[in-house]
């Protein structure tokens, strides 16, 4: 029988992922009730999903106060970031199952309030983290778990976040200001904090972190940049983030995200409106932003591993890449591509079978000829290109297991490669937030924090 889900927030996460992974697989989920407060985006949603006048929600809290009349099998949270908490919260008192977005909370005592909570009520909290779903994630978790590269002793993720994607979400979007969201190394990079989390398998000894806002800084404007980008820049021609190029140009072909979130016209006339006054069109120098465009950040593990996060809005790529090192090899990967390398310095080493990933060419490298292996370990679109869509097909995937963990598999059908390996407790989870809370901590004073200091 369909799991009957109750919406919370329609904007993209609850429209276009959650939303979406529901309509296309009716058997397996289906949505009852639906909550948001723009009318534009509850409808749509709504009636995409035949969802009854009666449980269309203006507020998400008469959604939850209605649960039990609705007759709910889960809630799924994606309302914007400060209100994760106050929401989940309300809906651990129903005592139903919660896929609750991320970042689970945006300061330190509203986490604690809520792993308090969830402990007292026993829930049953997911928090999307969807990295540990991806294929290119579950591939390298395999080659760590055969022992094939020994005992890990670093890990070293690179968030390279793209000069277009930082100008459009961290500049002129809703994760500009920490006023309205978080710092960003928890509203960005909790998903780079979690994997490290879940590789080192224990909660941390310490945390350091070094950054800065550093060039989206009004002083840094070209000589007579105006507010907006449309107001006649005099950069315009050079400026890497001239809105219109972006949004108008580059973006002509799409609808969806993020072209979507300059408003309900995306026709190239509604576009070019948006933009000459909407948030979207801002100078990126003239903008309300206060979130770092640069952090690095340490952390070390009981266990010894030590671990780096670079964070950067200053790369052409928007992919992460990694590189971790054992005391019997090395893996070295790029999300973009999908690709892995692994080097075997044992000559005893094997080679593990990693399911939905693919070994290709082998060789040896000098001076002692140890084997060397490329793995391929991403999706793949219909011309065999690396699929990116749905954050790399882990936005799937980690909805098909919280389904599954509620009314089991389909008769037949076979869990995703490593689905058990990537599901974790809440505590787990939320110890990424608690590092990034910590990260910030250590910027801002300047000083390594200490694991559960004040």
């Not at 009716?26 to 009852?32: F, K």
């Not at 009520?121 to 294929?135: C, D, G, L």
């Not at 971790?324 to 079978?353: C, K, Q, Y």
Request: proline share 7%; net charge negative; glycine share 10%.
């Amino acid at each position: 029988m369909a799991i009957r889900l109750g919406i919370l927030g329609a904007g993209a996460r609850g429209s276009d992922t959650y939303g979406r992974w529901a309509l296309e697989r009716p058997d397996r989920a289906t949505i009852a009730a639906v909550a948001d407060p723009l009318p534009h985006r509850r409808e749509r949603l709504a009636d995409a999903g035949a969802v009854p006048i009666e449980h269309r929600y203006h507020d998400w809290r008469d959604l939850i106060g209605d649960a039990g009349r609705i007759g709910l099998d889960a809630f799924v949270i994606a309302l914007p970031d400060r209100l994760h908490v106050e929401a989940a919260l309300a809906a651990v008192e129903t005592g139903l199952p919660i896929l609750l977005e991320k970042p689970a909370a945006t300061t330190p005592e509203d986490l604690e309030g809520l792993a308090a909570a969830a402990r007292d009520h026993k829930a049953r909290i997911w928090i999307s983290h969807v990295m540990r779903y991806q294929p290119f994630w579950l591939a390298i978790r395999g080659l760590v778990d055969s022992g094939a590269i020994g005992r890990l002793v670093t890990m070293r993720v690179e968030e390279n976040i793209g000069f277009w994607h930082y100008a459009h979400s961290y500049v002129r979007g809703n994760w500009r200001n920490l006023a309205t969201s978080s710092p960003m190394v928890l509203a960005k990079t909790c998903h780079d904090l979690d994997v490290i989390r879940w590789f080192a398998g224990e909660s941390p000894a310490s945390v350091a972190s070094a950054g800065s806002l550093h060039y989206f800084r009004p002083e840094h404007a070209p000589e007579g940049a105006p507010e907006y980008c449309l107001d006649g820049c005099p950069a315009a021609d050079s400026c890497p983030f001239y809105a219109p190029r972006y949004y108008v140009e580059a973006l002509a072909d799409r609808d969806g995200w993020p072209v979507a979130l300059l408003g309900d016209d995306v026709s190239p006339e509604g576009r070019v409106e948006a933009l000459r006054r909407g948030p979207y069109g801002r100078c990126v120098f003239h903008s309300d932003n206060d979130v770092v465009d640069h952090q690095q950040t340490v952390v070390d593990f009981p266990g010894g591993l030590t671990a780096t996060l670079s964070t950067s809005a200053f790369t052409g790529q928007n992919t992460r890449t990694v590189r971790l090192t054992g005391t019997a090899g090395e893996i070295a990967g790029n999300l973009r591509t999908g690709t892995l390398e692994v080097d075997l310095f044992s000559p005893t080493a094997v080679m593990p079978a990693l399911p939905g990933a693919r070994v290709g060419a082998r060789f040896t490298r000098p001076p002692m000829g140890h084997r060397v292996y490329e793995v391929y370990a991403g999706p793949v679109d219909a011309a065999g290109e690396p699929d990116h869509r749905g954050h790399s097909g882990g936005d799937a995937a980690l909805v098909d297991a919280f389904i599954t963990s509620l009314a089991g598999p389909l008769p037949g059908s076979q869990a995703s490669p490593g689905a058990e390996t990537a599901a974790t407790d809440l505590e787990a989870s939320l110890d990424s937030h608690r590092m990034a809370f910590a990260a910030e901590r250590s910027r801002l004073e300047g000083r390594t924090i200490g694991w559960g200091t004040t």
